[in-house]
C-alpha cells in the first residue's frame, strides 16, 4: 500500500472514530431535560435541608428562610417550564421576592410569600400528574400531586408567617384556584372545548366546593349549640378513637377530582378540567401545617384517613362514570382501557 493510500485510510478511520456533530447534539438534546430534573431536584432538596436544619436548631438562624426561598423559586421555575410560561422573568423574580422576603424582616411580607408558596406548590402538584388509563395509575398521581404540595407547605411554614388559619386558608385556595384555572383554560382547549358533559362537571365542582365551604363556614358562625355540639362530638369521638379525623373538602372532592381527572385525560383533552378541582386536595395540606392545633403525627394520620376515603370515593366515580359511558363487562372494560392512548407529554416536558 502506497503511503498516499494509507493515509487517506487513516483519515477515514479516524473520521468515523469522531462523533459526528449531529450525534453529540443528539446526546446533548437528550440529556439536557434529564439533567435539569436532576438540578430542579437538588435545589429542592438543599432547600428541605435547610428547613430540617432550622426545625432542628442546627445551622444559622436564616436556614429555615433560606431553604424557603429555595424552593419557591425552584418550583416557579417547574411551573413556569410545564406550562411553556417565561420561566426566567418569573424564576428571578420568585427568587428577588422571596430573598426579599427572608432577609427584609417584614411579616406582611413573610405572610405572602407563605401564602404564594403554598398555592405554587398546590398547582404544581396538580400540573405534574399525567393521564392515567386505570384506576392504579390515578391513585399514583394523587400521591405524587401530594406529595409535592406537601413540600411546598413545608416550605410556606419555613417563611414563618404570621397569619390567621381560617384566612390564610381562603386566601391560598382561592389563589391557587385563580391559577389552577388560568393553566387549564388553555390545557383544557377553552370553554367551548368542555362541551355538555364538561360544563356538568365543572359547575358540579364548584357547587360542591361552594357548600362545603359556605357549609362549614356557617356552621362555625351560625350554627345551633345542639348541631355543632353533635358534629364536634362525632369528631372527637373519631379522633379519641381513630387518632384523626378525614378532612372533608379533600376526601369528597380534591382526592376524587385529582383520580378522575387524570382517568379522564387518558380519554379526553377536557379532563384537565376535572383535574383543576385537584387544589382542593393540594391546598389544605398547607393549612394542616400551619395550624397550631395540629401536631405532626396527627397530621399524618388524618392525611392518610383522608387519602383512603377520597381513593375510594374517587374509584366509585371512575366506575359509575364508565358504567355510564363505556361498555359493559370485564372484557368490554379491557379494550377501553387499551384503547385510552390520547397523548401527553410526559412528567417533566412543557405541556404546551
Known amino acids: 500500500m502506497s503511503p498516499r493510500t494509507a493515509s487517506h485510510s487513516a483519515g477515514r478511520r479516524a473520521a468515523r472514530a469522531e462523533p459526528r456533530p449531529s450525534r453529540i447534539r443528539e446526546l446533548v438534546t437528550t440529556a439536557a431535560p434529564r439533567l435539569l430534573v436532576l438540578l430542579h431536584l437538588l435545589l429542592v432538596g438543599v432547600g428541605m435541608a435547610g428547613l430540617v436544619a432550622a426545625a432542628v436548631g442546627v445551622g444559622p438562624t436564616y436556614a429555615g428562610g433560606a431553604g424557603a426561598a429555595l424552593i419557591s423559586t425552584t418550583y416557579t421555575w417547574v411551573l413556569a ?25 417584614y411579616d406582611l ?3 405572602g410569600a407563605a401564602v404564594t408558596t403554598a398555592s405554587l406548590g398546590a398547582v404544581l402538584g396538580v400540573m405534574v400528574t399525567v393521564p392515567a388509563v386505570r384506576f392504579t395509575a390515578a391513585a399514583r398521581e394523587v400521591l405524587i400531586a401530594m406529595g409535592v404540595a406537601m413540600v411546598g407547605a413545608v416550605a410556606a411554614l419555613g417563611y414563618e408567617p404570621v397569619v390567621n388559619v381560617e384566612r390564610f386558608g381562603y386566601t391560598t385556595l382561592a389563589v391557587a384556584l385563580v391559577l389552577v384555572f388560568s393553566l387549564v383554560y388553555r390545557l383544557g382547549a377553552g370553554l ?9 362537571v ?35 369521638w373519631t379522633r379519641d378513637h381513630l387518632g384523626a379525623f378525614p378532612r372533608p373538602l379533600q376526601a369528597l372532592l380534591g382526592i376524587p377530582a385529582l383520580a378522575w381527572g387524570c382517568h379522564q385525560r387518558a380519554r379526553r383533552r377536557q379532563g384537565w378540567w376535572v383535574t ?18 395540629f401536631t405532626l403525627p396527627h397530621l399524618l394520620l388524618a392525611e392518610l384517613y383522608t387519602l383512603v376515603v377520597g381513593l375510594a370515593v374517587g374509584y366509585l366515580v371512575i366506575r359509575l362514570d364508565l358504567r355510564m359511558t363505556g361498555s359493559r363487562g370485564r372484557g368490554a372494560r379491557r379494550a377501553e382501557e387499551e384503547a385510552a392512548i390520547r397523548p401527553e407529554p410526559s412528567r417533566t416536558q412543557a405541556l404546551l
Not at 417550564?81 to 424582616?105: E, H, I, K, N
Not at 367551548?192 to 364538561?198: A, F, K, S
Not at 383543576?276 to 392545633?293: E, K, N, R, Y
Open 81 to 105: 417550564l410545564r406550562t411553556s410560561g417565561r420561566w426566567v422573568l418569573y424564576t428571578l423574580l420568585a427568587g428577588a421576592l422571596a430573598c426579599l422576603a427572608v432577609f427584609g424582616d
Open 276 to 293: 383543576a378541582f385537584g387544589v382542593a386536595a393540594t391546598v389544605p395540606i398547607s393549612h394542616l401545617l400551619v395550624s397550631p392545633a
Open 192 to 200: 367551548h372545548g368542555l362541551g355538555t358533559r364538561g360544563l356538568v
Open 109 to 111: 411580607l413573610r405572610t
Open 202 to 236: 365543572v359547575v358540579g365542582g364548584g357547587v360542591v366546593l361552594g357548600v362545603t365551604l359556605a357549609y362549614a363556614e356557617l356552621l362555625r358562625r351560625y350554627g345551633t349549640p345542639g348541631l355543632v355540639t353533635s358534629v364536634f362530638d362525632a369528631v372527637e
